[in-house]
């Protein structure tokens, strides 16, 4: 990413979490209307919810700073999310309504540049964590033999 791109990325979620519930609202209002199947995944709670919301904005956020320590990190991340029931395909309905809640969130700040280094950051996560959900199945494929 460029340093430009950072500096965008940085301010929006300065923004963001300012809006910490209102954000999170919208944000999972528009994933349960992209994929009402993804409900079952978490818990009613909207104070939960919003800490989740806020967990993921800061891993994304952190990728910014180390990008390269933290591979591992969000491979482990990954294969925790399959244990979560999450599948593939769901990374860009989240992907999709993480977008639209920045759109509704940033207003006029969310500009074509915002959206394209947002873009960027989640598609770099999603591409390592879902590698390690990858690993993660042989693993355990590998552990069920390992037992017998
Ligand atoms: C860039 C992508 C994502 C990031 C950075 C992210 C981040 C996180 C973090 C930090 C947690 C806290 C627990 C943990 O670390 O394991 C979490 C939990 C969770 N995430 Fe994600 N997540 C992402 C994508 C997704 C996707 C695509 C789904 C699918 C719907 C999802 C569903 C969940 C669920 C269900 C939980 C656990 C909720 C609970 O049991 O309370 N996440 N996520």
Redesign the pocket.
Known sequence: MSPDQVHLIRKSFAELSRLEHVAALVFYRR?FEL?PK?RS???ADIE??SR?LI??????ISMLERPVGLELE?RA?GA??AG????DE??????QA?LDMLASALGEDFTPEVRAAWTEL?GA??ST?KAGALESDSDVLHDHRADK
């Open positions: 994933l994929d993804l995944l978490f818990t939960e919810q989740k967990d993921m904005l800061g891993v994304l969000l991340m925790r999310h979560y029931g999450v599948k769901h990374y860009a309905t989240v992907g993480l989640y996560v999603e964590m």
